[in-house]
Structure formats: structure tokens, C-alpha cells
């Protein structure tokens, strides 16, 4: 009864293909390729001729560095547009070309404690981050949210105003576990918050062809999604070092460095065209 419950809930199989526009990609475990994720994922969107806006909800301000940008340099940052309801236009940077980003310093750890010890002035603690993305959604294509590794009040503010997540999961002897979590809370967010809302799919990350242990867990993960009724995307992102390479040396995520004809790229555009392969038909003008 409680499986059937869940399955109704965060169920996307068989539902319209339509292009969903904020994205976001989270997790309450750390070091899965959450920030990797999204970075890469822009820069496909970039590549397919997308405009993009990242939004990082992280203090660690990982995606910003990821593009060479040192966060701390920012001087409005999502935390001001949040608290302080600076217009968001204040704080967007672009990052490369055709992708944006909202970023986020030291400052968005305060955000959490500085929101639940003002309720009487934010009597609306959820709804913070959906204010600010209807100021700007409809300047991108796509909106993708990077978060931090954790369950709090900031990921109660990207599940308020995404249409879906995508869930990163390493194949390790804990995770199931921890996704059992993460999806049972977003099944209970949906109901109580956000009735739109979709797991987009699950994506194995850092996964390490050679070991047998790797491929027993992420066949138990597709067995367990498989009965409820969620997406696990085909799509694995191997574990390798040049990924790690990319962004210390190029100052870019791996994809905007390097070309089609790398295994680990194509499993990004692989992952794109799982999660995006919703984009309408283009109508005739
Ligand atoms: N395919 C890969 N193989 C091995 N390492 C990788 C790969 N892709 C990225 N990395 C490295 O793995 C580390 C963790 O990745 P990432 O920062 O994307 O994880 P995260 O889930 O965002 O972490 P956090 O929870 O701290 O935000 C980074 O140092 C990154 O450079
Ligand atoms: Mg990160």
C-alpha cells in the first residue's frame, strides 16, 4: 500500500514528454557529482543552442569554481536575493557564453538559521527561491539548481520550484539506503508542497566498471526502481580522473573541453538526451 503510494507520487513513466524547465539535481549525499552534474549538463544545453541559468543553492559555490570563478569575489549573491530580496538581475553572472549563473558563497550557510529565526519576517520560509526564479525564468531555456548535500530548509526551497530531480546515486554500500530517504521525502514534499513535482530519473555516478561490487549495487537500484515505478537512467557517469582534470586545469566543466569521441562525454550527452529528451516539437511560426 505505502510502495503504491510512493509510486503514485513520484512516478514520471509513461507521463507527457514535455520539456520541464527547472531542474534540479539533488541528493543528501555529498561528493556524488551533484555540482559535476549540473555543470556538465549546462554545457550540453549550451552546446544544443540553450540559454541556461545555473542556480547554486550551495555554499560551498562548487559551480562557480567550476567555471574558474572564485565565489567569494561575488559580492550579491543568491543569499541577498533570498533575504534581502535583491532582484536576482543583481546577483546573475554569466559564467561562458550562453550559461548563467545565481551563485552562492560562504554566506548561504547563514540562510537556514538566519530564515528560521525570523519568522515574523519571513512568514513564507519555502516560497523564498520561487519568488526569485519568477523574476528571471523567463529569460532561460533551462533553470538547473545545484544543491548542497543536505536535507534542510535550502532543499525545501528548490523542491518548491522545480518540475523535477534528478538524483545522483554511487554505487556504494550505504546508498540504497540513502535513497530510499531522499525519495521517500521528496514523495512527502510532493504531497504537502509542490503536487508537480517529478524525479526526473536516478543516474549512477563514479561508477568503477571493474568492480563487481559496483555492478551488484546499481543492478539492486534498478530492481528497486524498477518496482516502484521511477525512472534509473541507462546513462552511468564512470569514475575517472580526467573529469577531475577538467576542471583543475581547463577551469571548465569537462565538456565544453573536450569532444564527442571520449567515452565520459558521451555519457553526458547520454544524460541529457534521458532528461531532456522532452524538449516540444518545434511549432511552425
Ligand atoms: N567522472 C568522475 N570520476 C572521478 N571523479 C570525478 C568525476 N567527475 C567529477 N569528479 C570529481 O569528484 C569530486 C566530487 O564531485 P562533485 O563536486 O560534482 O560532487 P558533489 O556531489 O557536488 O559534492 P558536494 O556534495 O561536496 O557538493 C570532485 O572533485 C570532482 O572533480
Ligand atoms: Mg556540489
Known amino acids: 500500500m505505502k510502495n503504491t503510494i510512493i ?69 550579491v549573491t543568491l543569499y541577498d536575493v533570498l533575504l534581502d530580496g535583491i532582484h536576482p538581475n543583481k546577483a546573475i553572472q554569466n559564467l561562458y557564453e550562453n550559461i548563467d549563473i545565481l551563485p552562492s558563497n560562504d554566506d548561504m550557510g ?15 520560509p519555502l516560497n523564498l527561491l520561487k519568488i526569485a526564479i519568477d523574476l528571471i525564468k523567463e529569460n532561460y531555456d533551462v533553470i538547473i539548481i545545484d544543491c548542497p548535500p543536505n536535507l534542510g530548509l535550502v532543499l525545501g526551497n528548490v523542491l518548491k520550484v522545480s518540475n523535477e530531480v534528478v538524483i545522483p546515486f554511487q554505487p556504494e554500500v550505504y546508498s540504497m539506503r540513502s535513497l530510499q530517504k531522499i525519495l521517500k521525502q521528496i514523495s512527502d ?31 539492486e537500484c534498478r530492481r528497486f526502481c524498477f518496482e516502484k515505478d521511477i525512472t534509473m537512467f541507462e546513462t552511468i557517469i564512470p569514475k575517472s580522473v580526467r573529469f577531475a582534470n577538467a576542471v583543475a586545469y581547463e577551469k571548465l566543466p569537462a565538456i565544453l573541453v573536450e ?27
Open 110 to 124: 547563514f540562510f537556514e538559521f538566519d530564515v528560521v529565526s525570523q519568522l515574523n519576517k519571513y512568514n513564507d
Open 7 to 75: 509510486n503514485d507520487i513520484i512516478t514520471n513513466r509513461g507521463s507527457d514528454r514535455k520539456m520541464e524547465k527547472v531542474i534540479a539535481v539533488s541528493t543528501n549525499k555529498g561528493g556524488v557529482l551533484k555540482t559535476s552534474i549540473t555543470t556538465n549538463l549546462a554545457g550540453v544545453l549550451a552546446r544544443e543552442g540553450k540559454k541556461v541559468l545555473i542556480i547554486d543553492t550551495d555554499n560551498q559555490g562548487n559551480a562557480a569554481i567550476t567555471f574558474g570563478k572564485n565565489p567569494d569575489n561575488y559580492e
Open 189 to 219: 514534499f510532493k504531497v504537502q508542497h509542490n503536487p508537480s513535482l517529478k524525479v526526473s530519473g536516478v543516474i549512477g555516478t563514479l561508477v568503477d566498471g571493474r568492480s563487481s561490487l559496483h555492478s551488484q549495487i546499481l543492478q
Open 259 to 285: 569532444n564527442r569521441t571520449n567515452n565520459l562525454i558521451n555519457a553526458y550527452y547520454d544524460l541529457y538526451e534521458e532528461v531532456f529528451n522532452r524538449w516540444p516539437e518545434k511549432t511552425e511560426a
